[in-house]
């Protein structure tokens, strides 16, 4: 937060913006035809988000505008974006493998420009599609947290503000986040009994999530011992995973344990003692083993119909796709993600997710009539997707006036135990007459993400999305919410993580 500046009047200060870029938009007015102008902007989503956080001042919002470095904490490298074409090293040349001769070490976040091709509504939302960040290289860290999320963090956790300490225990007291976890990586991981196979999909879930959360302990306490043992994890699963097998759910685990480990391997990446080949060997994993299945389910899907699978599949794999995109620097595979979000033709894609808009803010989505885990699991994973891009400074939170909210919203509410409209959905292989009730009440840790990107950072209306933060509060991470894949379907930890001040 910028020094002499509240909470309040940053949020104020956000509205306006967002207010004038509309204002500017309504006095380009119509061409001689009568057709709108088409505006172009150069306001990376990341910049105006950067803005928000903990500790930025003004030569810093430069800075994140304009591609200049950044600080970074004892025990990070240098992590350079090099050609898209390329991978990137988690260390730059010459620095030294031990964390502890860091410290005068700089993170180089390379500020993408996000130019949007995009008319601005007054509600923060775009009317037409936002384009990818132009540039050469990725932010590092930069997929569901980058620099300034860590700043902040580690500021609030150091010095015990709420919420941030309450997300702080329920991290450190989560088993996944202990010094004695041991990873039980296997060379092939079976998702979907196939008649011969025991499924063993649970080493990979659980190895995941401890991943992440003994990064995310690294990160915020600077405890190298927590590096050790998360880069431990990454390394075994380098060293043994071949491929992914069973029935079509093999491409559930594609997806979301890909997304999982590419996000703990980001934020990994920045650590000394982690050596540039044992990270370019996942990287590696992740470009032969998850990618290549995220790419095919999202072009064949498995040789169904294109609305046969539901929205969660298309998600998964999309979120996969796309963090893969990041960690390894490759403009391509992050590209084809997003434009799968804007125009895919399975039910990911953002207008066959979220499918029905109704007044009030209301978005019904494409799985609304099977089961409420389901519809709450599509929530967790455009929400990561979303958030992702967003720190790359791709805004697709606000498309079709934040068509993603209102699917949100719909889905919110009708959890909390309210009523909602419902119109019949009918595809290929289903008719649905009514919203289902099975597994109403579902209870994941997803909302703190949607709550403070839309309510506390854009100032917007979410009233059941603020519910639902408020009732979960402080979130938890995998293995908080039950035993099975359910409970691990998505990283967690959203209080301490992204509540903004």
């Not at 500790?55 to 350079?80: C, L, P, V, Y």
């Not at 988690?90 to 001769?101: E, K, R, W």
């Not at 995310?216 to 590096?227: E, M, T, V």
């Not at 919110?412 to 008719?431: C, E, I, K, Q």
Request: glycine share 10%; net charge negative.
């Amino acid at each position: 937060m910028r020094p002499g500046h509240s909470g309040a009047s940053v949020r104020k200060m956000w509205r306006v913006a967002v207010a004038l870029t509309s204002l500017s938009i309504m006095m380009a007015g119509c061409d001689g035809g009568g057709n709108p102008f088409t505006v172009l902007f150069n306001i990376p989503a990341r910049a105006l988000h950067a803005a928000l956080n903990e500790g930025t001042d003004t030569s810093s919002q430069q800075q994140a505008a304009t591609g200049s470095t950044q600080s970074a904490a004892t025990g990070e490298a240098n992590a350079t974006s090099v050609d898209v074409s390329q991978t990137t090293s988690p260390q730059v040349d010459g620095a030294s493998s031990s964390a502890s001769d860091n410290a005068g070490a700089t993170e180089n976040t390379t500020q993408a420009n996000a130019t949007q091709t995009a008319a601005k509504t007054d509600d923060g939302g775009t009317n037409s599609q936002t384009t990818v960040a132009q540039s050469t290289g990725f932010i590092h860290p930069g997929l569901l947290h980058t620099k300034d999320d860590f700043d902040r963090m580690k500021t609030k956790v150091a010095t015990s503000e709420e919420p941030w300490a309450s997300g702080w225990a329920i991290l450190t007291a989560n088993r996944h986040a202990s010094l004695q976890w041991q990873p039980r990586p296997a060379n092939i991981i079976y998702r979907g009994y196939d008649g011969t196979h025991s499924q063993n999909y649970a080493q990979l879930f659980n190895d995941a999530a401890a991943a992440y959360a003994l990064a995310l302990r690294w990160k915020i306490s600077g405890d190298d011992q927590y590096a050790e043992r998360a880069v431990a994890v990454l390394d075994a699963w380098a060293s043994n995973l071949t491929g992914i097998e069973g029935t079509s759910d093999r491409f559930l685990a594609s997806g979301i344990y890909g997304y999982e480990m590419a996000n703990a391997a980001e934020i990994m990446r920045g650590y000394t003692g982690w050596p540039q080949a044992s990270f370019e060997k996942f990287l590696q994993m992740m470009l032969t083993v998850f990618y290549p299945m995220n790419h095919d389910f999202l072009v064949r899907h498995n040789g169904a119909k294109i609305d046969h699978y539901w929205a969660n599949w298309d998600l998964a794999n999309m979120a996969s796709m796309l963090a893969i995109g990041v960690l390894a620097d490759r403009r391509d595979i992050y590209q084809e993600a997003v434009d799968y979000f804007y125009k895919g033709g399975g039910n990911g894609s953002v207008d066959h997710l979220v499918w029905k808009i109704y007044d009030g803010g209301l978005g019904q989505i494409q799985e609304s009539g099977r089961d409420q885990g389901h519809s709450a699991l599509d929530i967790a994973l455009v929400g990561a997707f979303c958030q992702m891009a967003w720190s790359q400074g791709d805004d697709l939170f606000g498309y079709e006036n934040n068509r993603v909210l209102a699917g949100a919203e719909y889905v919110a509410r009708y959890n909390l135990g309210n009523d909602v409209p419902y119109t019949t959905y009918t595809n290929s292989d289903v008719t649905q007459t009514e919203i289902s009730a099975s597994g109403r009440g579902d209870e994941r840790p997803i909302w703190e993400l949607l709550y403070n990107h839309y309510v506390v950072l854009k100032g917007q209306t979410a009233p059941s999305v603020t519910a639902f933060a408020s009732k979960l509060r402080p979130e938890g991470g995998g293995g908080d919410y039950g035993p099975n894949s359910g409970g691990y379907d998505q990283l967690g930890y959203g209080t301490l993580t992204f509540t903004l001040p």
